[in-house]
């Protein structure tokens, strides 16, 4: 039980340790962006991020919702 828990925790340093090489040994090292916003080949295809395309959803208005602004 206990090498099991020793060799499981040794596992998980090792996986941390390679994963954050990059970020240890590089001056200005970090991980990269893989949020949706940040990809330009999606943001050409209209394509947002869920957020995003919400907060755009909210602000849109509809026909009857101008012209109520257009008459005030």
Do not use: D, W, Y
């Amino acid at each position: 039980m206990l090498t099991t828990l020793l060799l499981s925790i040794t596992i998980l340093l090792v996986c941390i340790v390679l994963l954050s090489i990059k970020i240890l040994l590089k001056r200005g090292g970090e991980f990269p962006n893989t949020h949706v916003g940040s990809n330009k080949a999606l943001s050409k295809m209209g394509i947002h991020c869920a957020k995003t395309q919400h907060r755009e959803e909210l602000r849109h208005k509809n026909l009857e919702q101008r012209l109520k602004e257009l008459k005030v």
